[in-house]
Structures are given as C-alpha cells and as structure tokens.
C-alpha cells in the first residue's frame, strides 16, 4: 500500500513511518515539504504522491501555546487538517486524523470510550475536535484515532523530560490528580498498521492507547523506579502547575470499538513503558 505520513518528524510520525516502511510504500512528509495551512500546496502535495491513506499525524500540540493563540492553534489544527481531508477526498485516499483525549472534560470519572460525548475545555482540545468533525464530514472512509499521553524514542515527552529532571535533582514535582492513559508511540504505531492499514478495522473512530489508568505523578515514579533513578516525586494539585491551560482531570480511553470488533487491545502501559526504558531514551 502507497502511505503518506504528515508530520513525519514529530514523535508519532517518525514510529509511524518505522512500523510500515517494511510492508508498505511510505512518504513521510513535514514541514518542509509543504505546510498544512496552505490548501494548494496541501492539494499539490497529496496528488503527486498519489497515495491509497494518509496518516495525518502533524498538527500544534503545544497546549499551553494554543492557548496564548487560538488563531494559530485553529489554523493548523482545523483548518490544516481541513485541507488535508479535502485533498484526501479529491486523490480518493483514505485517511487516518491523529486526535487526543483532551476532546472529554474529565467529569466521568472512568474512561471514556467512542460513544461518550466530547466536550473540550481548553483551546487546542477544541481546534482538534473541530479538525475531527470536518474530516467526518468530507471522507466516509475515514480513521480518527484518539490517543493519549504520547511518549517515544524520538522528541521530548513527559517521560523524558521527568527522567532529565530526576538525574539533575533529588526530588521532581508532579501533578496527582489528574489522571490518563500512557501511551507509547512505537505501540500506537504499530496497532494503528495492524488494524487499520491492514484493513482489519473498519472506518470509524477509534480510541487507541495503552491500557490501564495512572496520574502524571504515577507515571513519573513508574519511570523513576523502572530507570533506577533515585530522585522522589512530590506530589502537588495542578492548582499549583504554571498553565494556561484547562486539562481534563479524567481523561483516560477504553477502545470499546475493538472490544466490539473482537479486535485486540493494546497492553498494558506499565509494560509498554518498561520496554522504552529498557534502551536509552533519546530526543531529537
């Protein structure tokens, strides 16, 4: 299969591209190739690769500078992925739209699954609901795949940085009462090639995460603990973490679609997390 990846770069996209190039024809695509916000060369782009599905992974995820600019955080977030499915619908590609868990307001208090209702709180949480109901409205053939919590091998992710802190300092700080789903880039890139460029899901949107729930203050001791690091978390409400920025307090995913589909769910993040600490993590 012809696959297109935009946002080949980021964190996600570059596992992504890693997870298919020996099955299928990928072209990883980023910025410097076209921007997103510019529908001709958006159009222009899709059609000369021609692809069969477009794995729509670029977008701003910087939640606290979304919310200092919606203008912009719109702009790439809707409207880049606007144009993106438009050129997707003219070149008769299918496409998978890269989401978040930030689109639920936390208030169920159990995670949420495909059926339950969105309701932003924050600004970059909006833009990407909104990228989502436009690609529902220009391609039936469509993926969303909402995730969570991303960290890899490649970028600056929380377990990253976390991991940086506690080798710089005896004790880190870390937010407790808000709690996700961790999710690893190279398991979310390797579930989104199994079961949807596989064909084996069908089109729809679909919850993808690793399973089981935890606060950024569990996490952040999980990967203390599993690097041998001797640094101690402190817990502390979000009430006293600087942002702008409006988070879920509960936003962890259950992939109740793959439940119904008799599909497989991804593991468990404590073993997906043990796994990525078991080499060096590395940014780029």
């Not at 990883?28 to 690769?49: K, M, W």
Request: glycine share 8%; net charge negative; charged share 20%.
């Amino acid at each position: 299969m012809k696959v297109m990846v935009t946002g080949a770069r980021g964190m996600l996209g570059t596992d992504i591209c890693a997870a298919l190039s020996a099955q299928h024809e990928v072209r990883g695509v980023d910025l410097e190739d076209f921007d997103i916000t510019d529908p001709g060369a958006t159009r222009a782009a899709v059609a000369s690769c021609r692809p069969e599905l477009v794995i729509h992974c670029a977008a701003w995820t910087d939640v606290d500078g979304c919310e200092r600019d919606p203008e912009r955080a719109f702009r790439h977030n809707a409207g880049g992925t606007w144009h993106v499915a438009s050129a997707c619908a003219e070149a008769g590609a299918r496409l998978v739209y890269i989401s978040t868990d930030f689109v639920f307001d936390g208030e169920k208090r159990e995670p949420y699954t495909e059926f339950d209702q969105p309701n932003p709180l924050s600004v970059y949480a909006a833009s990407k609901l909104a990228g989502e109901n436009l690609v529902r409205g220009l391609l039936p053939g469509h993926y969303i795949v909402r995730s969570a919590w991303l960290y890899g091998t490649s970028g600056r992710s929380f377990v990253h940085r976390i991991l940086a802190a506690a080798a710089e300092r005896g004790e880190v700080r870390v937010v407790a009462d808000q709690f996700g789903s961790p999710t690893f880039t190279c398991d979310l890139a390797a579930s989104i090639g199994e079961l949807i460029v596989s064909g084996r899901a069908i089109p729809g949107t679909y919850h993808l995460a690793n399973a089981g729930v935890c606060s950024w203050a569990e996490l952040a001791a999980e990967a203390i603990r599993l690097a041998g690091r001797s640094a101690q978390v402190v817990p502390i409400p979000a009430s006293e973490w600087p942002s702008p920025t409006h988070r879920p307090v509960y936003s962890a995913l259950r992939s109740r679609w793959l439940e119904l589909q008799g599909l497989p769910a991804m593991r468990h993040w404590k073993e997906a997390l043990a796994q990525y600490l078991a080499a060096p993590p590395r940014a780029t």
